[in-house]
């Protein structure tokens, strides 16, 4: 029952939400229903480990071979976390924010947090297609609602960008149905699908297109840094630090496993193309006044490395991207929280207009810098053993232009740490301004989420095993299909 938990209590707390008129009524709910959840999800990560209790399986569409079938498996789990966590952390962080229509804005999050946890947990594609188009809506209406004077523009962007994702994504999954044994949307029947070479070539790319526009890699990654910018702080925390993850879980749980043979051959034309679009979007962000459109284009680049450590097929980069999906989510929420701090502070968030903000906000610039060394993974935090093992799968893939491979991500290392540099000396050192003058210290609730932040960095940076050990079992099952994969092109060749 605790995978069922996870989506039950932010849906109904989040439904409840609409019924609330006061402000700080639903501010204290919405964090209370998180904290809940959140209490649930180490539960299921640390204590619980009947089998029977992580998983859940009920009839649902059972005319159409579907179910509502649930299951926490170790990727599941950390993502999961990674869900419950960033809520509190968000609604902590952003305590005195006010909204108009508050109790709809905290619903709508409320219900967005639902969605995710069913796309982490569904073992059923097309209870995982319910629960994307679930977690995508409340966004849809947060961004419109009450994000910047653009939104509008940019929302409407968003939603053809992921509405014809989605369409793809849904062909997809309805033609693969069609091939599997007994006609059924159950996991393990999708993994024994009956798929040609042919079938599996063009199949791949309509679900990697879905996938590719919500991590985002190049080129499907144009709607992100205006999304990013226009929307409301935290409804942007969740959508960098978790919603970017849905399309990577959809790589490893579903595209990988489902169509193998064609993820394994396309793997040195979708490699290079990620690499390379993070080093665009790197020397972007060096250009970048704006610090909502530089830590965009920062999350781009993470992105472009992660989704090419998966495509590297060995367990080192599967489980690398694994433990770095929850690791780059606590760290972006980190560098969204101070920039928005900044913000509200000074209303401005250009680079070119701050300077010296470390002489009036000392614990401001401390929680900055340690989490901006962990975003270029600095070793000892958290960053650093997911990137080496990404690393180590991209050196040791079976491709012949591994080498190549290993330069381009260096070179995007690199110029990540530029630019993230460049923000640190720009923003926190050298003389202060007129706009400067006025900063303050970040207030108690603000120090409090940064502090836990920074812990958890150096929690994981120095003991990495808590991540390695949720994601051994599920990188191994899905390196086992590549590995069928690799012996079969190699009987052919004979």
Not at 77 to 87: D, E, P, V
Not at 241 to 261: E, T
Not at 277 to 301: H, P, T
Not at 327 to 338: A, E, K, M, R, T
């Amino acid at each position: 029952m605790i995978v069922v938990l996870l989506i039950l209590i932010p849906l109904l707390s989040g439904l409840a939400a609409f019924a609330f008129r006061d402000e700080r009524a639903v501010r204290a709910w919405s964090l209370f229903s998180c904290i809940v959840t959140l209490l649930i999800s180490i539960a299921g990560i640390a204590i619980i480990k009947d089998q029977d209790l992580l998983q859940y399986r009920a009839d649902w569409l059972s005319g159409l071979g579907s179910s509502i079938s649930l299951r926490l498996d170790g990727m599941g789990q950390l993502l999961c976390l990674l869900t419950a966590m960033a809520y509190p952390l968000v609604f902590f962080a952003t305590w005195k924010t006010s909204y108009r229509k508050s109790h709809n804005f905290y619903a709508l999050m409320l219900l967005a947090q639902a969605g995710l946890m069913g796309v982490f947990l569904a073992m059923d594609a097309l209870l995982f297609y319910f629960f994307w188009e679930l977690a995508l809506i409340p966004m849809y209406f947060l961004c419109s609602q009450w994000g910047g004077e653009k939104r509008i523009a940019v929302t409407f962007k968003f939603f053809i960008y992921t509405f014809v994702g989605s369409v793809l994504m849904l062909i997809a999954i309805l033609y693969i149905y069609s091939q599997t044994p007994g006609r059924s949307f159950d996991i393990e029947a999708f993994y024994q699908a009956a798929l040609s070479k042919k079938e599996q070539g063009w199949l791949f790319w309509l679900f990697f297109i879905a996938l590719a526009v919500k991590m985002p890699v190049f080129p499907f990654h144009t709607w992100q840094p205006d999304t990013y910018e226009q929307s409301p702080s935290a409804t942007t925390m969740i959508l960098n630090a978790v919603m970017a993850k849905m399309g990577l879980l959809g790589l490893l749980r579903w595209l990988f496993p489902v169509l193998p043979l064609a993820s394994f051959q396309w793997a040195d034309f979708i490699t290079p193309l990620a690499l390379i679009g993070g080093i665009y979007a790197g020397l972007i962000a060096i250009r970048q006044d704006d610090l909502k459109k530089l830590i965009a284009y920062s999350s781009i680049a993470h992105m472009g490395l992660m989704c090419a450590a998966a495509f590297a097929q060995n367990q080192s980069g599967l489980q690398g991207v694994m433990i770095q999906m929850f690791n780059h989510g606590i760290i972006i929420i980190g560098l969204w929280i101070v920039v928005d701090i900044i913000e509200k502070q000074l209303g401005t968030k250009k680079i070119s207009e701050l300077g010296g903000l470390a002489q009036k906000a000392p614990a401001l610039a401390i929680g900055l810098v340690v989490i901006s060394l962990a975003n270029i993974a600095l070793p000892l935090t958290s960053a650093f053993p997911g990137e080496f093992l990404m690393f180590n799968g991209i050196f040791n893939s079976l491709t012949k232009y591994n080498v190549w491979f290993i330069v381009l991500a260096g070179l995007g290392i690199i110029i990540g740490a530029v630019y993230t540099l460049n923000m640190i000396r720009k923003v926190f050192f050298g003389e202060m301004n007129s706009i400067t003058q006025s900063a303050r210290d970040a207030w108690s609730n603000e120090k409090l989420v940064l502090a836990l932040i920074i812990m958890l960095i150096l929690v994981l940076g120095i003991y990495p095993q808590l991540a390695l050990n949720e994601s051994r079992e599920v990188s191994a099952a899905i390196n086992q299909k590549f590995e069928m994969v690799r012996e079969l092109l190699t009987e052919q060749k004979k």
